[in-house]
């Protein structure tokens, strides 16, 4: 079945530690996006990519980097100079023509101790 | 810039009907989008506009006025199961950026 993977579904790290959530989708989509949520609120923007090896910054790319190396996949790096990186982090896909509807995976529960 | 604006929270009684609003500035309009979310959950996709008017589907419609800057989600018969939050989301610009509004929280209620 085709779809879009986030790994791991919840992460732990110590603060000052540098992570890397995964998002891998084989539904042959060129855009890719990153988002964040904290609790009660909408999704913000962090980072998305219509082709590979391109991507463009988000509303919050700050602390945060990503690399397009294959279509296939999205790799988000959650880096230390982010201040408050506890959240819960989204990754979706779309196409660029027709609906472009993006398909959404079931997200990472990140927490920083 | 782009900026999204939608009621924070809604009430409605089940088998209702509710009306969630949402108002939006952007250039290079794209489309808009709206997606259902429960708690703790990814975002459903529930409707796509890009031309002015009403799209349905079952117990769900949205409307676009893209000179009014203006959509709005109509859910039907309301159930328990409908209690979430609903995002508005606008695609703009060449690069197809995605961003989506704060939500809205509707509370079904007997």
């Known amino acids: 079945d085709g779809g879009i993977t986030q790994s791991p579904k919840y992460l732990f790290r110590k603060e000052g530690q540098n992570v890397t959530l995964s998002c891998e989708q084989n539904?042959?989509?060129?855009?890719m996006y990153w988002y964040r949520q904290d609790p009660g609120q909408g999704l913000r923007l962090i980072y998305y990519?219509?082709?590979?090896?391109?991507?463009q910054k988000g509303d919050i790319a700050e602390g945060y980097s990503v690399s397009r190396e294959k279509k296939e996949s999205f790799p988000l790096t959650v880096t230390s100079a982010q201040k408050n990186p506890t959240a819960f982090y989204l990754c979706?896909?779309?196409?660029?023509?027709?609906?472009?509807?993006?398909?959404f995976g079931q997200g990472t529960r990140l927490t920083v101790v | 810039g782009q900026n999204i604006d939608q009621p924070t929270e809604m009430t409605a009684t089940e088998g209702a009907i509710v009306q969630i609003n949402c108002t939006y500035q952007?250039?290079?309009?794209?489309?808009l989008f709206w997606y259902q979310q429960h708690a703790g959950e990814a975002p459903t996709f529930l409707s796509y506009?890009?031309?002015?008017g009403l799209e349905e589907k079952g117990r769900f419609s949205s409307f676009l006025s893209r000179s009014k800057g203006y959509s709005y989600l109509l859910l039907k018969e309301l159930q328990m199961k409908d209690s979430a939050s609903y995002l508005c989301?606008?695609?703009?610009?060449?690069?197809?950026?995605?961003?989506f509004g704060a939500g809205t929280r509707l509370a079904v209620h007997p």
């Open positions: 979706a896909s779309s196409t660029l023509t027709g609906t472009v509807e993006a398909f």
């Open positions: 539904l042959n989509h060129d855009a």
């Open positions: 990519s219509q082709i590979v090896n391109d991507f």
């Open positions: 952007t250039s290079g309009f794209n489309g």
């Open positions: 506009n890009v031309l002015d």
């Open positions: 989301a606008l695609l703009s610009g060449g690069y197809n950026k995605l961003i």
